[in-house]
T-cell receptor
Framework: AQSVTQLDSHVSVSEGTPVLLRCNYS??????LFWYVQHPNKGLQLLLK??????LVKGINGFEAEFKKSETSFHLTKPSAHMSDAAEYFC????????FGAGTRLTVKP | SQTIHQWPATLVQPVGSPLSLECTVE??????LYWYRQAAGRGLQLLFY??????ISSEVPQNLSASRPQDRQFILSSKKLLLSDSGFYLC?????????????????FGPGTRLTVL
């Protein structure tokens, strides 16, 4: 069985400051891990994925995530937030099934 | 490149009316296809998935059904809508080449359909 927990339902940052969205997972396998972003009334867009290669994964729009097996974490970061980053973010774990986190809403203040 | 389409984009229907949402994928063959529902302020709920024409697996028993009449076409239907069917419906696809429908491959999502049942 697998599960994923996004530790914050809502994160608020100021424009230009770093972003940290936290994700912990549980899996009996060596899973793939993904981060998706969803803007209001839009579909989900893949930001980045980890598939057992490099533990530091770079994605689109300046986002990156680090896979830490010992901590079962896959936190998403960005050095400097932009207003356009305001959206809902989903962490996903996938092996023989796929589990979505409940989502983290990111607010970016000017 | 691959693209995924959903229509309609928005739909307002009365309780008890039928429903048909369509999803098509271009640029790939034999994809795995998925229907999700996202209720207001909640995460994604997997409704159905399909690994091939005519092959449908249901994850949640309810008054919805799905069909896959062609390789790259996935349809979500209902004979009689309920108020609780309101939500944002997302179609997604993944490569059918590697493993099953929930292997290690990412899913690619369509733009969604906003359904309001009144």
């Amino acid at each position: 069985a697998q599960s994923v927990t996004q530790l914050d339902s809502h994160v608020s940052v100021s424009e230009g400051t770093p972003v940290l969205l936290r994700c912990n997972y549980s899996s009996s396998y060596s899973p793939s891990l993904f981060w998706y972003v969803q803007h209001p009334n839009k579909g989900l867009q893949l930001l980045l994925k980890y598939t057992s290669a490099a533990t530091l994964v770079k994605g689109i729009n300046g986002f990156e995530a680090e896979f830490k097996k010992s901590e079962t974490s896959f936190h998403l970061t960005k050095p400097s937030a932009h207003m356009s980053d305001a959206a809902e973010y989903f962490c996903v774990v996938s092996a023989n099934d796929m589990r979505f986190g409940a989502g983290t809403r990111l607010t970016v203040k000017p | 490149s691959q693209t995924i389409h959903q229509w309609p984009a928005t739909l307002v229907q009365p309780v008890g009316s039928p429903l048909s949402l369509e999803c098509t994928v271009e640029g790939t063959s034999n994809p795995n296809l998925y229907w999700y529902r996202q209720a207001a302020g909640r995460g994604l709920q997997l409704l159905f998935y399909s690994v091939g024409i005519g092959q449908i697996s249901s994850e949640v028993p309810q008054n919805l059904s799905a069909s896959r009449p062609q390789d790259r076409q996935f349809i979500l239907s209902s004979k009689k809508l309920l108020l609780s069917d309101s939500g944002f419906y997302l179609c997604a696809w993944s490569s059918g080449l590697a493993g099953g429908p929930f292997s290690y491959n990412e899913q690619f999502f369509g733009p969604g359909t906003r359904l309001t049942v009144l």
